[in-house]
């Protein structure tokens, strides 16, 4: 399973991004897909979900600046990013996910840094 994370980059703050994360070596329409970050000296920490339903979850801290979504034609998640702060400033990592019997399968792609200026 490989996971290639893109689309980082320097924006100023109020600035936009999108983030990309494109998935191989899995049915991608049945994984959900994840978004976390991780800032220095911080644990990483979710930052929003997209099951293979289509139904969304948001940290507090980016509801309503963030937006999830995902095509499953291109086995591609991502993560519009609108109104960033300083504050959002961390390596973005994806992650694809899959309930199975006795728990779950669970994998990473590499980070994207997010550097927002003020």
């Known amino acids: 399973v490989q996971l290639q994370a893109y689309g980082g980059g320097l924006v100023q703050a109020g600035g936009s991004l999108r983030l990309s994360c494109r998935v191989s070596g899995i049915i991608f329409r049945t994984n959900g897909m994840g978004w976390y970050r991780q800032a220095p000296g911080k644990q990483r920490e979710l930052v929003a979900t997209?099951?293979?339903?289509?139904?969304?979850n948001y940290a507090d801290s980016v509801k309503g600046r963030f937006t999830i979504s995902r095509d499953n034609a291109k086995s591609t998640a991502y993560l519009q990013m609108n109104g960033l702060k300083p504050e959002d400033t961390a390596v973005y990592y994806c992650n694809t996910f899959r309930a199975l019997v006795g728990g779950t399968a669970s994998y990473w792609g590499q980070g994207t840094q997010v550097t927002v200026s003020s």
């Open positions: 997209i099951n293979s339903g289509g139904s969304t």
